[in-house]
């Protein structure tokens, strides 16, 4: 078998089998970690993400941006702890952002999509799907392994700027797509503002969810969109910087869309609250996070390759 095809399935098996031990042995020590009823659907979509990878991997299996040695394994496990540990921090009820379900600001996605970039699709997909699981894990609100899936997926595409040899073409592929995908999102709240945040309770205002979606949360993708755009101009010249970010928007509306939409099956929701509900007020705020945090942290790397001649 070819070398790089093992890597990548083996890749992808100990993403599942790692899912799977952490919700058996979160949930045998913490009663909000058991999956519901609905956990085997959860692993139902766990798997087409997982063939999802699969599928973008063959369909580009000629580059090398897919090899993975000791190298990319360490920069795997790094970018995983990382990932967890500041998932952990941020993922709290503080930082709520207004949805239908906890979704919460979450700076820390930056880690995944410079991972992802840097090293490649394999290590974004690994950081971002198993360091949001066991991020998951230690906040101990629950599991929802598509949605690490959804989280590897971000990483993932972030890095499959690598599989382009001119990076400033593809950059208006990405434009056009991402685009399209924001628009879609921003109409779907144009035509339903009055979707309720069932997060949100203030027993001395009297609101117990149903207080609606906020208008920032609403336009968020839309504001996310301008200021991936602003960075992109704005380092025009640094066609490292500006691939990142836009590589980095196209991972996470992808992404949070793909996990989003498969709660239409797994908690009943309407596509309406799926997009409105939950993919706008964690994708947006996730774009802020990018134009703002994948910067700095390429830029950084670039200056420390550059001292230290690496």
């Known amino acids: 078998m070819d070398r790089r095809l093992l890597t990548i399935i083996i890749a992808l ?28 659907l959860r692993f139902v979509f766990t798997g087409v993400g997982l063939v999802i990878v ?5 369909l580009t299996r000629s580059s090398g941006a897919w090899d993975v040695g000791t190298r990319e394994v360490v920069y795997m496990a790094i970018g995983a702890a990382l990932y967890a540990v500041f998932s952990y921090l941020f993922n709290g009820t503080v930082f709520t952002v207004p949805s239908v379900s906890q979704v919460a600001l979450r700076p820390a996605i930056a880690i995944p999509m410079f991972f992802g970039y840097t090293f490649g699709p394999t290590v974004g997909f690994f950081t971002g799907a198993v360091g949001n699981m066991f991020g998951d894990a230690l906040t101990g609100f629950g599991l929802s392994p598509q949605w690490s899936v959804g989280n590897g997926l971000v990483g993932m595409i972030a890095g499959m700027a690598a599989l382009f040899a001119d990076k400033k073409k593809s950059m208006n592929v990405v434009l056009i797509i991402s685009a399209v995908l924001a628009a ?4 779907l709240y144009i035509l339903y503002p009055a979707l309720a945040n069932v997060m949100f309770f203030a027993p001395d205002e009297g609101i117990f969810g149903d207080a609606q979606i906020t208008l920032f949360a609403g336009l968020s993708v839309v504001i996310g969109f301008v200021l991936v755009l602003v960075v992109r101009f704005a380092f025009g010249k640094n066609i490292d910087v500006a691939a990142a970010v836009m590589w980095s928007m196209l991972g996470n509306l992808i992404g949070i869309g793909f996990a989003a939409l498969s709660d239409i099956w797994i908690n009943g929701y309407s596509p309406a609250v799926a997009i409105v509900g939950e993919f706008l007020p964690a994708a947006g705020p996730n774009l802020i996070f990018a134009a703002i945090l994948v910067p700095i942290l390429v830029a950084a790397y670039a200056a420390m390759r550059q001292q230290t001649g690496r």
């Open 13 to 40: 098996v100990a993403v599942l089998v790692t899912f799977l031990l952490v919700s058996l042995i979160g949930g045998a020590i913490n009663e909000n970690l058991k999956l519901e009823e609905v956990g085997l």
């Open 54 to 58: 699969f599928i973008v991997y063959w």
């Open 184 to 187: 879609i999102g921003t109409l």
